[in-house]
């Protein structure tokens, strides 16, 4: 595979300094994001049957928890709201709601640690009855693409006024991104990013973070 003994791989791992200088990929706290699951009971912090050692906070714990992982020099937190069925409808009205729960969470977050960063899903799936991330047709077999922007729009700008830094569409609809975008852009929030998600339905975490949300066992379109 390569022309031994003049190449000698060997060489640039045989202490730490030639290691360091040499590592293509460098992996330190700068790169990385905090997850954090908040829900609107008071005082309260839950664990997370479905993912051990993970916690829903009350937002007075979810403060809490930021601080002290800015504190270890965490710089960006996610996080996702775990929304009460009783909010949830087909349209997903809750999601752009200005007073929901995401929104207050981020208000409470910059308040008492403004110097993090903080990013937040834009997706549908939390606020639907039916567990989806678009607002479904009338045959129930399929989603409104174009509709469901228009939601996202709102709710992306309904995140962004509340102090989020980055909105992070998970949704899947197409078209959305450049839509998101000019929403933002036309009402004062261009540096707010948009943060592109990798696959994920394959994960492990996946069927988990469904349950967390309260979606588990949905039909797939």
């Known amino acids: ?12 791992r045989s202490s730490k300094w ?4 040499t590592s293509e990929n460098s992996l330190s706290v700068n790169d990385l994001v905090l997850p954090l699951f908040v829900h609107d009971r008071e005082e309260t912090t839950e664990p997370i049957s479905g993912l051990p050692g993970v916690k829903c906070y009350s937002i007075d ?3 809490s928890i930021v601080k002290e992982a800015k504190d270890l020099g965490i710089n960006a937190v996610a996080i ?4 009460d069925s009783k909010l949830k409808s087909e349209n997903a009205e809750e999601a752009y709601n200005s ?3 995401i929104c207050r969470a981020i208000c409470a977050v910059k308040l008492k640690v403004p110097e993090i960063g903080i990013i937040a899903d834009v997706a549908l799936d939390p606020y639907t009855i039916h567990g989806h991330d678009g607002i479904l047709k009338d045959n129930q077999m399929d989603v ?3 509709e ?8 992306a700008f309904a995140l962004a006024k509340a102090g989020c830094d980055i909105v992070a569409p998970s949704d899947m609809m ?9 929403s933002l852009d036309d009402n004062n929030f261009q540096d707010v990013l948009i943060l592109s998600y990798a696959v994920k339905y394959c994960s492990s975490f996946y069927a988990p973070f469904r349950q967390v949300v309260g979606h588990v066992g949905y039909h797939i379109l």
Do not use: A
């Not at 030639?18 to 200088?21: E, F, K, S, T």
């Open 1 to 12: 595979m390569f022309n031994f003994p003049n190449t000698r791989l060997r060489r640039r």
């Open 18 to 21: 030639v290691r360091n200088l």
């Open 61 to 63: 714990g979810l403060v």
């Open 80 to 83: 996702f709201p775990v929304v």
């Open 99 to 101: 007073d929901n729960l």
């Open 144 to 146: 409104e693409n174009d």
């Open 148 to 155: 469901t922007i228009s939601v996202l729009c709102k709710q």
């Open 174 to 182: 197409d078209g959305r991104i450049g839509r998101i975008r000019k």
